[in-house]
């Protein structure tokens, strides 16, 4: 797995010069392909795993910083212009003078940057906004550790790791909501668009990726505009990703998102060799291989075929965790990892491509934000009532309700509250006193909403943002050896910052969700696959696979730590833990999906030899307070 670790430290501060040697000494004499990557006063930079992927190490002129992941070059005249990045020496100082920000503005990908101005002798760490490459911080001894994965913050033994209650509280009740804070309070994360200054001893973060600010400027109204531009830079970024490796395998569901990448890996100029991989149920709605086969043959691409079986779903694999800075959703790893990296070794693949993202980024939830939102833009316009219809078809909800609610929220609208709008309702596994613990904790408010108005921003426009504000997983969860970079091109940022600017009931036209992207790829996909509204389901595989592990799922969850603490209500969750059928399919999802997975990071820290001392009372820090030197 391609990784880097950056230390960054005081010169003038011996104690964090000491540290930083022996860090370094540390790192270097681990068998573990470590390599010096660039080095300048106060700063020292390492990489490993090279040519296990596209992504790579770009030094920037006179070691001035590097660029460490995959970065591409906007607006190229071709995809093979999109990889030939050059930061040659006014390159180098272009970034410099504009404080790192033009790596934003001229360039986009799969990126952490470390850039050194050696003028002030500040250090700024900068992700990029897709936030694809990990990055997270930590100190020891005056010395500022930045890295993508903690296993090799771990392994150099100078580090002590507390769990955060606080944040445990709020991830069981918002699961997935990305925030600066994570499970380890000694543990920050770097946010996508985020840039992070190091001077002297001091920190300094600030967002210089503003998605509301994007999606207000230069809005595309004319939806055969909108069209046009989404199917040709949807083209040009998985073009651009499809250059980057000669095999791939594309998880192919039939949906429409993972159809249309299909589309474009398709037609892409390096033409790469591409296999399908798609996974069916045998519960009702759980067989999509109709769609599959449909768009494999349409794009005359193979397609592989995988049942998914309750064998395969052995639970007890989940001990075995690599260690993280919070948990994550392990269950499709647990099924699949074995089986893709044995089709990725088989097949030299490098890269494992899908659909995901497409949702969030082509608007396919909340349509009826969308009659706000027009009001904002155009008060009571003459294609209101239009945008209305379609809202009341793509949310299956009744016209005049929608109209009604949206008039009273643009003639009263008030402080929205993005951890409001992201719960669930009806949480009864959950204690209510989590989920409102939760709302009332500042640090887990995404940084991009925090400690700023949403009473004026169109409610349809905060929602988009949001469902774009969550950074994907990029290493595997267990240790099974080489496995493909996950890559999912649809959250590509010039793809991201485009739809942003497309307004959402220009999104929903014609009242179908993600119609915009529908038209746009009209063209290339088979028709039953344009107009396909339902989504596949696994809530009985799923159930299936709750009853094959009831024991193992009882034990964990039910005498686990979560119900110790309060987080979970250890009545209600025995309900559902039984052989016994019912309607409630989501439960049984939450709990394997998430519940599960929290109980098994938490187990994987408490229980591994290096024991952390859990501090269920601690009260959280403010999200700058998480460096400690």
């Given at each position: 797995?391609?990784?880097?670790?950056?230390?960054?430290?005081?010169?003038?501060?011996?104690?964090?010069?000491?540290?930083?040697?022996?860090?370094?000494?540390?790192?270097?004499?681990?068998?573990?392909?470590?390599?010096?990557?660039?080095?300048?006063?106060?700063?020292?930079?390492?990489?490993?795993?090279?040519g296990l992927g596209a992504s790579e190490t770009r030094v920037l002129d006179q070691d001035a910083g590097a660029v460490f992941g995959r970065i591409f070059?906007?607006?190229?005249?071709?995809?093979?212009?999109?990889?030939?990045?050059?930061?040659?020496?006014?390159?180098?100082?272009?970034?410099?003078?504009?404080?790192?920000?033009?790596?934003?503005?001229?360039?986009?990908?799969?990126?952490?940057?470390?850039?050194?101005?050696?003028?002030?002798?500040?250090?700024?760490?900068?992700?990029?906004?897709?936030?694809?490459?990990?990055?997270?911080?930590?100190?020891?001894?005056?010395?500022?550790?930045?890295?993508?994965?903690?296993?090799?913050?771990?392994?150099?033994?100078?580090?002590?790791?507390?769990?955060?209650?606080?944040?445990?509280?709020?991830?069981?009740?918002?699961?997935?909501?990305?925030?600066?804070?994570?499970?380890?309070?000694?543990?920050s994360e770097v946010q996508l668009g985020e840039r992070v200054r190091f001077s002297g001893n001091t920190l300094h973060r600030s967002l210089e990726w503003?998605?509301?600010?994007?999606?207000?400027?230069?809005?595309?109204?004319?939806?055969?505009?909108?069209?046009?531009?989404?199917?040709?830079?949807?083209?040009?970024?998985?073009?651009?990703?499809?250059?980057?490796?000669?095999?791939?395998?594309?998880?192919?569901?039939?949906?429409?998102?993972?159809?249309?990448?299909?589309?474009?890996?398709?037609?892409?100029?390096?033409?790469?060799?591409?296999?399908?991989?798609?996974?069916?149920?045998?519960?009702?709605?759980?067989?999509?291989?109709?769609?599959?086969?449909?768009?494999?043959?349409?794009?005359?691409?193979?397609?592989?075929?995988?049942?998914?079986?309750?064998?395969?779903?052995?639970?007890?694999?989940?001990?075995?965790?690599?260690?993280?800075?919070?948990?994550?959703?392990?269950?499709?790893?647990?099924?699949?990892?074995?089986?893709?990296?044995?089709?990725?070794?088989?097949?030299?693949?490098?890269?494992?491509?899908?659909?995901?993202?497409?949702?969030?980024?082509?608007?396919?939830?909340?349509?009826?934000?969308?009659?706000?939102?027009?009001?904002?833009?155009?008060?009571?316009?003459?294609?209101?009532?239009?945008?209305?219809?379609?809202?009341?078809?793509?949310?299956?909800?009744?016209?005049?309700?929608?109209?009604?609610?949206?008039?009273?929220?643009?003639?009263?609208?008030?402080?929205?509250?993005?951890?409001?709008?992201?719960?669930?309702?009806?949480?009864?596994?959950?204690?209510?006193?989590?989920?409102?613990?939760?709302?009332?904790?500042?640090?887990?408010?995404?940084?991009?909403?925090?400690?700023?108005?949403?009473?004026?921003?169109?409610?349809?426009?905060?929602?988009?943002?949001?469902?774009?504000?969550?950074?994907?997983?990029?290493?595997?969860?267990?240790?099974?050896?080489?496995?493909?970079?996950?890559?999912?091109?649809?959250?590509?940022?010039?793809?991201?910052?485009?739809?942003?600017?497309?307004?959402?009931?220009?999104?929903?036209?014609?009242?179908?969700?993600?119609?915009?992207?529908?038209?746009?790829?009209?063209?290339?996909?088979?028709?039953?696959?344009?107009?396909?509204?339902?989504k596949g389901r696994i809530d009985s595989h799923i159930r299936d696979v709750l009853d094959a592990n009831l024991n193992f799922v009882r034990d964990m969850?039910?005498?686990?730590?979560?119900?110790?603490?309060?987080?979970?209500?250890?009545?209600?969750?025995?309900?559902?833990?039984?052989?016994?059928?019912?309607?409630?399919?989501?439960?049984?999802?939450?709990?394997?999906?998430?519940?599960?997975?929290?109980?098994?990071?938490?187990?994987?820290?408490?229980?591994?030899?290096?024991?952390?001392?859990?501090?269920?009372?601690?009260?959280?820090?403010?999200?700058?307070?998480?460096?400690?030197?």
């Amino acid at each position: 797995m391609y990784r880097y670790f950056v230390l960054n430290w005081n010169p003038t501060d011996p104690r964090a010069v000491a540290a930083a040697r022996s860090l370094s000494e540390r790192l270097l004499a681990r068998q573990s392909g470590w390599v010096r990557a660039f080095e300048a006063v106060g700063l020292a930079a390492f990489h490993a795993g090279l040519g296990l992927g596209a992504s790579e190490t770009r030094v920037l002129d006179q070691d001035a910083g590097a660029v460490f992941g995959r970065i591409f070059n906007r607006d190229p005249p071709d995809p093979a212009a999109a990889l030939r990045v050059n930061f040659d020496g006014d390159e180098s100082l272009k970034i410099i003078q504009t404080g790192g920000r033009r790596l934003f503005e001229r360039y986009w990908g799969r990126y952490v940057a470390v850039v050194q101005d050696a003028a002030t002798g500040e250090t700024w760490v900068l992700r990029d906004p897709s936030g694809h490459m990990p990055c997270f911080i930590a100190a020891h001894h005056g010395v500022n550790l930045v890295f993508s994965d903690l296993e090799d913050c771990i392994a150099l033994g100078a580090l002590q790791f507390t769990v955060s209650w606080d944040y445990l509280r709020a991830f069981i009740a918002y699961s997935g909501y990305q925030a600066r804070q994570t499970a380890l309070e000694e543990v920050s994360e770097v946010q996508l668009g985020e840039r992070v200054r190091f001077s002297g001893n001091t920190l300094h973060r600030s967002l210089e990726w503003d998605p509301l600010a994007i999606a207000q400027t230069d809005p595309i109204q004319d939806p055969d505009v909108a069209v046009r531009e989404l199917r040709r830079v949807t083209r040009e970024c998985i073009h651009a990703w499809a250059a980057c490796y000669p095999n791939i395998v594309h998880s192919l569901s039939g949906g429409l998102d993972s159809s249309i990448v299909l589309s474009c890996l398709k037609s892409a100029p390096s033409q790469p060799n591409v296999t399908c991989l798609h996974y069916f149920g045998t519960g009702p709605d759980e067989d999509e291989r109709k769609y599959a086969r449909l768009m494999a043959s349409h794009a005359g691409a193979e397609l592989l075929e995988h049942r998914l079986t309750v064998a395969e779903a052995k639970l007890d694999q989940i001990l075995n965790l690599r260690r993280s800075p919070r948990p994550w959703f392990y269950m499709y790893e647990v099924e699949h990892s074995r089986f893709e990296g044995e089709l990725a070794a088989e097949r030299n693949v490098k890269g494992m491509f899908s659909g995901s993202g497409g949702d969030g980024v082509f608007f396919q939830t909340h349509a009826e934000l969308a009659v706000t939102d027009y009001l904002f833009d155009h008060g009571l316009g003459s294609d209101l009532l239009r945008v209305a219809v379609d809202a009341a078809r793509v949310s299956r909800k009744s016209i005049w309700p929608l109209l009604v609610n949206a008039v009273r929220a643009r003639v009263t609208p008030t402080q929205l509250h993005p951890l409001k709008m992201a719960g669930r309702p009806n949480r009864t596994i959950v204690s209510q006193d989590v989920v409102n613990a939760g709302k009332r904790n500042p640090g887990m408010v995404h940084p991009w909403f925090a400690n700023r108005p949403t009473r004026g921003v169109p409610p349809g426009v905060l929602w988009h943002s949001m469902t774009v504000g969550a950074a994907p997983a990029f290493y595997p969860s267990f240790e099974a050896g080489p496995y493909p970079e996950r890559t999912m091109p649809l959250l590509s940022q010039p793809l991201v910052e485009l739809c942003l600017r497309i307004p959402t009931y220009v999104l929903i036209r014609n009242g179908m969700d993600r119609a915009t992207a529908r038209r746009a790829f009209a063209p290339d996909l088979p028709p039953e696959i344009i107009k396909r509204r339902n989504k596949g389901r696994i809530d009985s595989h799923i159930r299936d696979v709750l009853d094959a592990n009831l024991n193992f799922v009882r034990d964990m969850l039910l005498d686990g730590r979560l119900v110790k603490e309060g987080l979970l209500n250890r009545r209600s969750l025995e309900l559902y833990l039984t052989r016994e059928r019912s309607p409630a399919d989501f439960e049984y999802s939450e709990i394997l999906q998430e519940q599960l997975c929290v109980e098994a990071w938490l187990s994987r820290w408490l229980d591994s030899r290096e024991r952390v001392a859990a501090a269920p009372t601690y009260a959280g820090t403010a999200p700058h307070q998480v460096l400690r030197t």
